[in-house]
């Protein structure tokens, strides 16, 4: 679909499509001609949004062609030589934000819900574009108004201090507000897991079964699987959804001394991805005595956020981790037979999600959004200890209207020009 939008988008759309009248937001079936030589460029759909019942809030078209990248190009140049130019990335959004169509949260809003994973991070950022996140923020916001408006006005036109039990009040107001945006950032451990996804690495010496692992967990034959040691060479990453949240696997060449060039490669890529993940799974081969090479990784990761797996319990020879490894938790499966695969599931989660994701609340997935909301929370404690302390009702003013300026920043009442590049500059273009 090609989106037009500004103040001549319906004269270009007229120019090169077969139509005079406009009727809104009624699809019509039109042939579109090159203005030059009138060539035809393909038959569409075409429907006009006359401002302000857009997206945008300006007068747009938006053009369904076939889908051959040849057609868009010659129709995208078509409207180009009428005097339209490429839209920026996220520039739609940006104009829906400066018309006031949309607020600044509602815009990230559909960047996540673009950049979505699993059917869990979709509804976060659905609620978040209907505005849950801007409702949410609304009583904090009017709470700190009142108190602002309070103290301006004991500034003005009393003499004396704010009388001890009234300034009692303010602070179990202000004490209300501070908990409940504590709450709301406490869910950005959650919220972050759901948008941004996590990195779990398999490692642990060759043969161990970590290709074998890999391939059930994502349940597919993707990576080589031999009893030759030192089969996989590169690092393999796929997708994966455990409940909800995003997870990308990697499958790495298991550590061992080797003077072959290529593997000795991979293995300096194995302990990359290892450094870049947010938990390693140390897969121990418990069919066998543990080898030197196996202390050695488990010591090396002791300090990393990590899980043991103990693999093959299908052979006979296998020894349960309480026998093998002492004082070490560890989780039994074999990549064969899939035993011990739920149990690890649900291990990986629990280790990544303490706070799991409940369904039923709002959970902040945005950096932006967690720093606002921690710095808001910040100044409402200063703000507290200065109220506290009997400080002049300016030094309890300058931190509310900090907070108050930092919570405006979510949904872009106060957010400087800086801030909306930066944000915009990481949409695609086209939305
Ligand atoms: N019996 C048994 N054999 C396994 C299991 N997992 C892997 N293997 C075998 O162990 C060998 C090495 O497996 P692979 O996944 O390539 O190990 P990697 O080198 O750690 O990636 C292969 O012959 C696999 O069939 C398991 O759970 N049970
Ligand atoms: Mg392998």
Known sequence: MIRLSGPNAIAIAKTVGDFDDVEPRQARLTKLTRPVDRQ???????????????????????????????????????????????????????????????????????????????????????????????????????????????????LEFVEEDIPAPRANEIDQDLATVSTGIEKLSQSYSAGRLLQEGVRVTITGRPNVGKSSLFNSLIQRERAIVTDIPGTTRDTLSEAIDLEGIPVILTDTAGLRETTDGIETLGIERTRRAMGDSDLVLVVLDGSTDLGPSDQELISQTESARRLVVLNKSDLPSFKSAACCIEELEAINVSARTGEGLASLRAAILASLSRNGTEDGSLLITNARHYDLLCNTQREIEVARAALRERHSEELVLVPLHNALRFLGQITGETTTEDILSEIFATFCIGK
């Open 40 to 154: 035809m460029l393909d038959q569409v759909l075409l429907t006009c949004f006359p401002a302000p019942h857009s997206l945008t809030g300006e007068d747009v078209v938006e053009i369904s062609c076939h889908g051959s990248p040849a057609i868009v190009r010659s129709i995208i140049d078509a409207t180009l030589e009428l005097g339209a130019v490429l839209a920026g990335p996220g520039e739609f959004t940006l104009r829906a934000l400066s018309n006031g169509k949309i607020n600044l949260a509602q815009a990230e809003a559909i960047r996540d819900l673009i950049a979505a994973q699993t059917d869990a991070a979709v509804k976060q950022a659905s609620r978040q574009l209907n505005g849950e996140l801007s409702n949410a923020l609304g009583p904090f916001k009017e709470k700190l108004v009142e108190v602002i408006v309070l103290l301006e006005s004991a």
